[in-house]
């Protein structure tokens, strides 16, 4: 049976001054997106919103938007694919084995407290699927809770962007929130690599985050391995 994957993606445009723009971290989508494919999944686009995904201008330039990047932005099919996300209430979590959320600082803004993707998560991790996010997407996991009340993250090594690196990428002050303190606050295990903007993978069974952008590839990759591939 071919594997299904869910990939989350923002639809917010800008930070709180609206003259700022952010969006999509897009090779933390298309590093994920290949390797996936390579295995054969079938992958869908969710967003809280539905419809576009807008994209972080900063994912788009060079050195940081490599040949995947490049690849995604002149294939119109795959522009359309950002441009028609599904909402949530379009998606049925029994048809799919794990759930990926991708990054940008947009996602700190419409994941947290979004209840329609937290049923979907918790649903997927439920029956036994993998729940995993890169960079930035570990704030759609903050509040996310079992069935049993309990949050998913509580007790759990997990890492996502580190509040160091917020500050080497001159954001902090921008951002609404400081990711990595309110995940220690939930009870999680937070890690970080020792050095910043390096790969930085954490695996806790059925949970797979990675740290930064440079994390997608081993982040999907891992998820990949656990779904037996």
């Known amino acids: 049976m071919t594997r299904r994957i869910l990939l989350v993606v923002s639809n917010v445009a800008n930070y709180a001054d609206q003259s700022e723009p952010t969006g999509l971290w897009l090779s933390e989508l298309t590093h994920a997106w290949h390797i996936f494919a390579q295995k054969g999944y079938t992958q869908q686009m969710v967003s809280p919103k539905g419809g576009l995904s807008p994209l972080e201008p900063r994912s788009l330039k060079w050195p940081l938007a490599d040949a995947s990047v ?83 993250v509580a007790g759990r090594r997990l890492t996502g962007y580190s509040w160091v690196e917020e500050v080497l990428a001159g954001v902090a002050k921008k951002v609404p929130y400081n990711a990595e303190e309110e995940m220690v606050r939930r009870g999680a295990l937070y890690e970080k690599a020792l050095i910043p903007f390096v790969s930085k993978v954490v695996t806790d069974g059925r949970l797979v985050t990675g740290q930064n952008p440079q994390s997608a590839k081993a982040t999907a990759t891992q998820v990949a391995a656990l779904l037996g591939d």
């Not at 996300?85 to 049925?92: H, K, S």
């Not at 979590?93 to 979004?114: E, K, L, Q, R, S």
């Not at 049923?119 to 079992?146: A, F, M, P, Q």
């Open 70 to 152: 490049k690849e995604w932005l002149g294939d119109s099919g795959r522009q359309q694919l950002l441009a028609s996300t599904a909402a949530p209430d379009e998606i049925n979590p029994a048809d799919f084995d794990a759930i990926y959320y991708t990054g940008g600082h947009a996602v700190m803004w419409d994941f947290p407290d979004d209840a329609a993707l937290q049923r979907i998560t918790r649903e997927i991790y439920e029956r036994d699927g993998i729940v995993s996010s890169v960079c930035h997407g570990y704030c759609g996991l903050l509040n996310t809770r079992l069935s049993n009340g309990n949050l998913l």
